[in-house]
């Protein structure tokens, strides 16, 4: 394998905005190219209005009663009053009416009944006071008048809009036809993503292709339709093949994905620049950098790059909005909120970064806890709150400083989630999905940082509570002292989450013998360990201190890992031979658990949230028998004290 | 037609928090009652994850190159440095590899291509600095790893979610299946939409219904899939066999429409007691009062008031709730934001009201206009920017004064739209219609309170601009004199909308013989006027004054409508026989137009604003030729100065 020697570099890289500006001024001819269509009215929920949309009818149609009564002309009326009641004849004078149903010709007011007194042995009615012209009647056009414009080009036609017309007699609304997006994946290494075996997955000789898959559920989502197009291999002939015939399509737009870094194997550029032209390639912002942006005849193209975190920016900056336009949708966009990172954020000047975060709204203000920054992390994409950028003129963001953040989910839905920030538990993701269930209102979300790492987040005031295993080892207990280190000033509840065991994950049937501590010396054995400050390298020194074990002598104590499964990944993959966890994370691999001892995993809720409502739903979770029993098939837990208040501190 | 004697009384009103609990505390043991199914991935957006997702493998499934470069083993590069440049041999020590490939064995770093010197003679690169170990390596499990929950249920699967699972290898996620409602609506004049001719619409004998197409589609957007089972006459019998019918076909909620007011054919109470219980009949808020909770069996029943704004309460604050319980997800909801009502809104103590409003960011401030309360006006639920609630234990609130209205839209298309409040003009919805187009982001929203309450409203700092056409007698000029007085403190701008005719409305071909404003005086002639205020009455009555005639004199002077099309409604359906209103008016409904003269339609602008991106956005849609060509073809419009700035105020 070697690299070509003419490396196309990104032409010059255009920050985003001005990227978007040239995009939108380099298809302005196209703008209006979108026929419209008329779909049955039934058919029309979700589309999005083509041109103005006028009443047919009025409505209502006629003079109704707006209330069940008596229908009058209130000029016959104008001489009632409580001391002179007047009585009007049945079917003469007044006339029975029902909600909804028209005046009778001559009345113009309708009295309800409770005002009436019934003297029907007489065939008559008596009131004590007049009527006004028009009283309790719905008059004609009072909703709408023919003619008048109920919708505007451009509404994403919704339930409230399908009454609208309905009313209005609009049967058959004219509406944009879907805009037509072609997906072309492109690499000699990617397939489609049902064909890939376990093995070839492993190997890497195939690359699983869905990139496909989440453009498509964005376009649909944005009012259009997407096909992907076979996978073509890196071969310049074959992309230019491709490209010429969906030109040739009547696509409204090509997604061309992945060939569009500036790797060895990138025919994106040279295909594009063949049959069209390239009006940019290279945008300022991390991730998405490689995106390319051109047009073939009256076909835009997107090179977007291949990571899905890259290939995000690709969509929502380039292609959503340009599908947007041709349909006048406005592109729904979550708010911004102001909130800041739990830790420093440092970053490249002149490139925007954007990175994204998980949000808690604690004691009044929001924080943000960043995911992996990774382009290829595509669960950064479903698990962030939302997007906080860096400008392209800053060297980063320090933590507490607050900063826009844009949100990816709706606010009141942020609001009410809890933010737990510590030490990582699979029962933690258990309590978020049972919150779901028993108060779907709430929920909870998690960032890993270690034991040590969540009560310097609690006594900071950046998080709801802290999943915490800290053994001290002057008194066996856990976490208790470490909470009166580092929470000197503020009150709180320490809540017994599980018992779990610790001990040495190992290749599955223990090909090295690895029998306790003591091995971790041995030449032949590499060792894979957690973060500084979390609670399972707090117990590994103390068990080596047991043992009179200095850490120098252990190969791969320095390289770190941030939770139990990365360790379990990492004896997996054969990168170490053992580290140190939790056995549900030796089970969720298949890895053999050689136990050390169990240990004491809660959590710390400071005091002033114990009568927050999404506290007690949480406690509600933890002390319910489904909760205990979801734990305990994990296995390797104990779950006698779950949901029990082990200790209050006070300050 | 008669009432019965044995009108059902509602019971007890609940306010709708109480009654919502009481529904969710007599459904609990319905709660687990959705069962999942699997979907294969491709057809999973939009649906609700039904159990807690998990990953079925590792991502990556290796570890790869981040980058594109060479792939090393670290530790043998430790003595490279500036001073002391190292060699590495080309597929021994080194290894060409591109971005996301595996790292051939024994290899654990990539070194960038950019910072190497390439030898390609000697078979060898050179480097410059050590490589430290897992630097630019995409590492196994990274992004997630197999076992790790990767969704919550109740999470609504949206694209991110799609890209996660396919990383996960999900392949068939389990989620809820749709729940199944039933709509079923009741009442002997109701008729489905597409079978009521305009004969029967006009005289009322049919009337045709819609609400099932709202509810249908609010359903789809919960999750859920409506069926409409067939009208029902109002017929005690006949409601009881639709709804034991549906009781056996396993639907998870009936809905029955109409038939649950408090009227004289109100058998859905009597149904549902003979079957099942009711819970509730009866909830303290207007809208949606007559709504009735209840079950029959396992099957939960929501009698929806027949008006569809009222109904809207029963689907918001009980159908849609419940399906979004079932699925354990979060209903979506709107944020609340202050705003403050441009006039007083009394109401009803003891009920909850919840008006529906326009609303505008007017310097930094919301305001919130009124739409038509009626429980009939299907058009205030499109129209609708939010929900103004007025508490139960108020009489009403003043103007002015912030209150929390619930927004129906993302706030960013709030802030975005210009708050127009004045006269009326079709042009001004043109001019809506055309920004949607041209400029996507903004819009104009428009409320009408005629020309002189729009100046107030102006000079209060309550809108953006206003239409106006108010004829100063003493110039013949329009605008500006009324804009001294108005707006004294207030630098505005005069910019010419367009010349618009006004005139008589008369019935088709004129059958009085309407010939001019001395022809409102006759006595076989009835009126029908605009409000004080509008520029209309003002022309009127200087119309009236250079006649000499007296209003006392006409017939139907005290009966006002707030736009040119009531007017012409009023006309049409034969309530008066003639009103004064612009040509396009008497055109949209087909009446005949008797010409008074033409007259000048502005909007004004306070000077502060004439920056704003949003008004620059509408001056240039009003610049346009297609937008006058658009104006023009409305008829009775002449359009040679539109855009011109006719006169600036300095205050």
Redo the contacts between chains.
Sequence with gaps: ???KSN?SMYMKLLPVEDARALWFERLHDLR?SLPPESVP??KA?GRTAA??IAAL????????A?M?GIAVRAEATFQASPRRPLELAIDKDA????????LPEGT?AVII?EKLERREDKGVVVISNAAF?WQNV??????????????????VI???????M??AGV?YPKVYKKPRVAILPTGS?IAP??TVS?TE????TK??E??S???S??I??AGGEAETLPIVPDDPNRIMEALEAAARANFDLIIVNAGS?A???DYTEDAVLALGEVFCHGIAVMPGKPTLLGRIDRLPVVGAP?Y?VSANVAMQEFVLPWL??LQ??????G?TVMASPCNPLPSKPGMEERVRVKLGLVNGRFRAVPL?R?A???????R?DGILSIPASSEGIDAGVDVPVRLLR????IE?ALLAVGSHD?AL??I??FL??RH??F?LTSAHVGSLGGLISLAAGQSHLAGSHLLDEETGLYNRKAIAEKLAESPCVLVHLAQREQGFMVKPGNPLDIRGVEDLTREDLRFVNRQRGSGTRVLLDYQLKLAGINPSQIAGYQ?EEF?H??V???V??G?ADTGLGIRASA???GLTFIPLGPEEYDLVIPSQYMHDERILALMDVISSTDFRRAVDSMGGYGTEQTGQILWEFNG
Tied chains: 1, 2.
Excluded: Y
Excluded at 57 to 64: D, I, K, Q
Excluded at 95 to 102: D, R, Y
Excluded at 158 to 164: I, T, Y
């Design positions: 394998m070697e690299a490396r209006q009215l039934k929920l041109e103005p009818r009025s409505s209502p149609a006629f003079h109704g707006a069940d006339f029975w009416i029902n909600t909804g149903s028209p113009n009944v012209p719905r008059k004609l056009g009072e909703d709408m008048v023919a003619t008048e414009i109920i919708l505007s080009p451009g509404t919704g339930p409230a809009e399908m009454g609208a309905a009313a049967m290494e993503l049902d376990e997955l492993a190997s890497g690359i699983p869905f990139n898959l989440i453009f559920a964005q649909e989502l870094s790797g060895n194997r291949g899905p947007c336009s006048s949708r406005t592109m729904e966009q708010a992996p990774g290829g992390v595509v669960s950064s994409l479903s962030a709706p606010r009141r839905q009410d699979n993701d258990l978020d999905s779901r269930r779907p209102r929920r390289d939770t499964m990365a379990a990944a990492a997996l993959s990168r089970n969720a691999l």
